[in-house]
């Protein structure tokens, strides 16, 4: 665009470099130049921090992952312990199961053959008892009888001698 005249007023500096002298552009252009190098360093630096966050970040990234998988064995390695553990005291306690109804059963058994003996015993009392008590009664029948012998002896002789 070609610069515009006004009435009274002097030159409008519009930004364009062909109104200027070349010194006046060549301040410009070094000042230009000085603000690009100031952006681009603070670009660079914040770069540079964004690098370094990506490290750190990068870094506890990977140990978080390495702190899991560390997590994940400990995992593995009780549940595996734990697993074996409960497998021994399953068979440790089939076993005792097993022998505890072994020596139940024996032990049933042995009362089974006990109570056999003392009702065996418990006959042979009654057989003895029933007959003994048959015996004291013939006994007590022959008492009599000979009790009754002897009073019908003494009764004759009695009569005898009188």
């Known amino acids: 665009?070609?610069?515009?005249?006004?009435?009274?007023?002097?030159?409008?500096?519009?930004?364009?470099?062909a109104e200027f002298d070349p010194k006046e552009n060549l301040k410009r252009a070094e000042a230009e130049i000085s603000s690009l190098q100031r952006q681009l360093d603070v670009s660079a630096q914040e770069m540079q921090?964004?690098?370094?966050?990506?490290?750190?970040?990068?870094e506890r990234l990977d140990a978080f992952g390495v702190a899991m998988e560390k997590q994940r064995e400990n995992t593995l390695d009780i549940m595996s312990d734990m697993s074996r553990q409960f497998k021994a005291m399953q068979e440790q306690l089939l076993q005792k199961i097993d022998v505890l109804e072994r020596k139940n059963h024996t032990l049933t058994e042995q009362l089974e053959a006990r109570d056999n003996e003392v009702e065996r015993l418990r006959a042979e009392y009654s057989?003895?008892?029933?007959?003994?008590d048959a015996e004291i009664k013939e006994l007590h029948h022959k008492a009599e009888i000979m009790s009754q012998e002897f009073s019908d002896m003494l009764k004759e002789t009695l009569d005898k001698m009188a």
């Open 1 to 17: 665009m070609a610069a515009k005249k006004g009435k009274g007023k002097g030159k409008k500096d519009n930004g364009d470099p």
């Open 49 to 58: 921090y964004a690098r370094e966050h990506e490290r750190e970040w990068r």
């Open 127 to 132: 057989e003895i008892v029933a007959g003994k």
